[in-house]
């Protein structure tokens, strides 16, 4: 089952007379329960194409599909439905509320969502337990180390039971033994779940651990590895 497709997809940023393209014709299609690497030097357009995917920008052409359904043509009140009930986001900078616990900051996208109390309580629960971060459900986010937060991340990003988690540069501010323990959590999350995988990303600790390499440069994919045995 395809989870994206994304078909000859450009994306061109003008700031007054200045054109950027960062997108010139992408193609691309990640499958259920893919663990995707996107790499590139800085400007190659990895980031804009996770966004693409994300639905937090939208392509200057092409064919946008997630789940089967044409992002492309959806409102902004439509692609926020989207992102909130099929994606998760896992950011470089954690991006965690600062006034909330780890169990606060894991709950907020069950809260929007309007499940129950009950079942608010069993899934944060469960997911604290994941991540190995029980003990520090209590916590603030200035309680808790780098890799401790971006472990909170990762949870929070899986409450909602998203098809589909986008991870941007995930251990870029992580040293190396927290970032090898959050892409050892995320691989296990996604064998244990079937939840799909893709992470922007130019650090080799975070390369190493994908099933499938996608290489960007200059706006277009110059190399996919496809699926590993």
Do not use: W
């Amino acid at each position: 089952m395809e989870v994206v497709n994304i078909e000859n997809v450009t994306r061109v940023y003008r700031v007054g007379k200045v054109e950027t393209q960062a997108l010139r014709g992408v193609n691309l299609t990640i499958a259920s329960g893919e663990f995707t690497a996107l790499v590139g030097p800085s400007g190659s357009g990895k980031t804009t194409l996770l966004q693409m995917i994300g639905c937090l920008d939208q392509p200057t052409s092409g064919l946008v599909v997630i789940n089967g359904r044409d992002v492309t043509k959806l409102n902004r009140n439509q692609r926020a439905d989207m992102r909130r009930g099929t994606i998760g986001f896992i950011f470089q900078f954690f991006a965690l509320i600062p006034t909330l616990t780890a169990s606060e900051n894991v709950e907020m996208p069950l809260l929007l969502n309007g499940h129950s109390p009950s079942a608010r309580h069993a899934r944060v629960l469960e997911l604290l337990k994941a991540v190995d971060l029980t003990d520090r459900a209590n916590n603030r986010p200035d309680q808790l180390s780098g890799g401790e937060q971006q472990r909170v991340a990762v949870a929070r990003a899986l409450a909602p039971k998203p098809t589909l988690v986008l991870a941007d540069e995930p251990t870029a501010n992580l040293d190396t033994e927290n970032g090898k323990q959050v892409m050892e959590i995320m691989e296990r999350l996604n064998k244990e779940t079937g939840t799909t995988f893709i992470f922007a990303t130019h650090d080799p600790r975070v390369i190493q651990y994908a099933k499938r390499v996608v290489t960007l440069q200059d706006g277009l994919v110059v190399k996919d590895t496809g699926e590993k045995a």
